[in-house]
Each structure stands twice: as C-alpha cells, then as structure tokens.
C-alpha cells in the first residue's frame, strides 16, 4: 500500500509542514524521508534547537527546511493573509501573537501555499491541530463539516492486503443524515487512493428493517441519500455488520444486495460505533489502523498521537502528502 502511495509522490513531490520540529520522532521520521527523496519536510521551531537535537540523536535532516515564527522574513505578509482569512475576527496584533505557535505558524505555511500539507499533533492537542485548520485553510467549496476516516490494513496469508475504509471514528459525535453522506463522499475518495473499490455500507443494528427506531431510519435515509448523490458508487443501507461483510449472512439477510457480504467502506452511525469499531478491528482483528485522516479540508491536514512513535509519524506523512 506504500509503496502505491511513494509513488504517487515519487511523480509529483511534495512539502510537509511538521509543527513539532525539535521532537526526536519528527527528526527520526524526517530523516527517514529525506533519505527517500519524494517528499521535503519543513520543521518549524528554532533552528539552531533543531540542528542540535537531530545531532544529539543522531539524525540527519540536511535538506529539511526550517522556519522559525521568530525570524520568519515573511512574518508582515502572512500577518496580513491571516487576518484576512479571519474575516475580521482577529486584529493584525492577535494575528502576530497566534502566529508564535507552531501550529498556527505551520497552518498558514500550507494556507499560502507554501507547504503542501502538514502533520501535528505529536505535542498538541488535537483540537490544536484542527482548529487552526478550521479557521484558516477551511473546508472545501461544497463541504460543511470536516470528518475522518481510518484505512485499516491487514495481510492475507495468500499475499497482498486486506484494506478497509471506516467514518467517522474521531471527529464528528452524532453526524445527521446529510452530514453521514458528505462523510461517505469523502470517504470514498479517500479509500480510492489507498487502492480499495469502495462498497459502502452504511451501519446499524438493523438490516433492510428487521430493527426499528431513529437511530435506523437515519442509517436508511443516509444511505438512502448517498446512492442518489453518488450513482456510481455501490451503496446499501441500513446493514447490520454481519451482513455488511460475510457471504453466507448476506445470502440470508438480503440476497439481491450487491453489497452485503463484500463491503470494505463503513459509515458508522455515530463516533461511538465507530471509534469503537475500528479498534475492535485493530486489538482483535490484528488490523494496521492508519489515522485518524482528517477529510473535507481544503488541504491535508492530519493528527498523530501525543503517545505515537517515529515510524507512525513516518507512514502517516507519506498518507498526508499523497493527498494532497
């Protein structure tokens, strides 16, 4: 799956913005992909405490780029793209204080085009790493909300993978209906680039109405939704997962699907289901989870894990800048 993915960067390179420059794991993962060649980190932080933590762990970024907000040249034309983008909401001064932090610094390198895409989160928070995104790169034309997705990934033992698309599992807690279809739309291209021909279930305790209730006449009218948004893509809805994924209970619960049994794209019904899901799939199913991959923006912004280590900071830039 990488290795589809390098080459997609390999064809048209890419920059990188990491907010947390002198972390040991950005340096490791960004020494790693200077050794590749296909995508170009920028560090943001101070540069002469980001040479010496690489030295005195052994990394070499020679190639990374590094900014530094306290000395960055351009700091009065991105003041002013700031409080441009902010319509008003920010004085010229809140913008220059802002823009100190690495994660509104960072943010705005990849909003004036700057970087392609960006990483945070190995010491911010995750809100600190999507709200700047909000704010400033915003969602795409079209797109109301931002949602995520994982890609989970598992060998078969006959060769090759296994790769699965689930949403929302992190950012959205109780999505209406037309917010679960933008988050299928999105999630659809996503799981294209990753190599998966998206049949897309969309979730419940319920299939084809053997349950009642809200909760599955939302799944229902979703999915309902998103087969008319999206005619070439093959939908079914409301689907217990049981039926989602196993032939033989497909062929009981609902035989003419073309769906049921061979779904590999899963919108859950609320971030509960889905959160809990995907890491049922990863404790006990042995599945590689890529993600959260934040989707709906303008560019590709993502969030690692204050607790991750270096070689997720690696696969999850080479995910961020292959979407770009």
Same mark, same amino acid.
């Given at each position: 799956?990488?290795?589809?993915?390098?080459?997609?960067?390999?064809?048209?390179?890419?920059?990188?913005?990491?907010?947390?420059?002198?972390?040991?794991?950005?340096?490791?993962?960004?020494?790693?992909?200077?050794?590749?060649?296909?995508?170009?980190?920028?560090?943001?932080?101070?540069?002469?405490?980001?040479?010496?933590?690489?030295?005195?762990?052994?990394?070499?970024?020679?190639?990374?780029?590094?900014?530094?907000?306290?000395?960055?040249?351009?700091?009065?034309?991105?003041?002013?793209?700031?409080?441009?983008?902010?319509?008003?909401?920010?004085?010229a001064d809140e913008c220059r204080?802002?823009?100190?932090?690495?994660?509104?610094?960072?943010?705005?390198?990849?909003?004036?085009?700057?970087?392609?895409?960006?990483?945070?989160?190995?010491?911010?928070?995750?809100?600190?790493?999507?709200?700047?995104?909000?704010?400033?790169?915003?969602?795409?034309?079209?797109?109301?909300?931002?949602?995520?997705?994982?890609?989970?990934?598992?060998?078969?033992?006959?060769?090759?993978?296994?790769?699965?698309?689930?949403?929302?599992?992190?950012?959205?807690?109780?999505?209406? !209906?037309? +917010? =679960?279809?933008?988050?299928?739309?999105?999630?659809?291209?996503? &799981?294209k680039i990753f190599g998966v %021909?998206? $049949? @897309?279930?969309?979730?419940?305790?319920?299939?084809?109405?053997?349950?009642?209730?809200?909760?599955?006449?939302?799944?229902?009218?979703?999915?309902?939704?998103?087969?008319?948004?999206?005619?070439?893509?093959?939908? !079914?809805? +409301? =689907?217990?997962?049981?039926?989602?994924?196993?032939?033989?209970? &497909?062929?009981?619960?609902?035989? %003419?699907? $073309? @769906?049921?049994?061979?779904?590999?794209?899963?919108?859950?019904?609320?971030?509960?289901?889905?959160?809990?899901?995907?890491?049922?799939?990863?404790?006990?199913?042995?599945?590689?989870?890529?993600?959260?991959?934040?989707?709906?923006?303008?560019?590709?912004?993502?969030?690692?894990?204050?607790?991750?280590?270096?070689?997720?900071?690696?696969?999850?830039?080479?995910?961020?800048?292959?979407?770009?």
């Amino acid at each position: 799956m990488f290795g589809k993915l390098i080459d997609i960067l390999k064809k048209s390179p890419k920059k990188i913005v990491f907010t947390e420059g002198t972390d040991p794991r950005i340096l490791e993962a960004s020494a790693r992909l200077l050794s590749g060649t296909f995508l170009t980190p920028i560090l943001v932080g101070n540069e002469a405490d980001i040479r010496a933590a690489a030295e005195n762990a052994g990394f070499n970024i020679r190639g990374a780029e590094i900014y530094d907000p306290e000395t960055y040249e351009k700091m009065d034309a991105m003041v002013e793209k700031m409080v441009e983008l902010r319509k008003g909401k920010m004085t010229a001064d809140e913008c220059r204080a802002m823009l100190r932090k690495g994660n509104y610094f960072g943010t705005m390198l990849v909003a004036m085009g700057i970087a392609d895409s960006l990483l945070g989160g190995a010491t911010y928070s995750t809100a600190d790493t999507v709200r700047p995104a909000l704010q400033l790169v915003k969602t795409k034309p079209g797109n109301k909300i931002v949602s995520s997705c994982f890609i989970l990934v598992r060998p078969y033992a006959t060769g090759g993978n296994m790769v699965l698309a689930m949403a929302d599992c992190a950012i959205n807690i109780n999505p209406s !209906e037309d +917010e =679960l279809v933008e988050i299928c739309s999105e999630t659809v291209e996503c &799981a294209k680039i990753f190599g998966v %021909d998206p $049949k @897309v279930a969309f979730l419940s305790y319920s299939t084809f109405g053997s349950g009642k209730g809200e909760d599955v006449d939302k799944m229902r009218n979703a999915a309902e939704k998103a087969k008319a948004a999206m005619p070439e893509v093959p939908i !079914e809805g +409301e =689907l217990q997962f049981d039926a989602a994924v196993s032939p033989r209970v &497909a062929e009981t619960k609902c035989p %003419d699907s $073309k @769906v049921a049994g061979y779904a590999n794209t899963f919108i859950f019904p609320d971030i509960n289901a889905g959160n809990i899901g995907y890491k049922i799939a990863q404790r006990l199913g042995s599945f590689e989870a890529y993600g959260p991959i934040l989707l709906g923006l303008n560019a590709p912004i993502n969030d690692l894990s204050r607790g991750c280590n270096a070689q997720e900071v690696y696969s999850m830039a080479i995910i961020t800048a292959a979407l770009a």
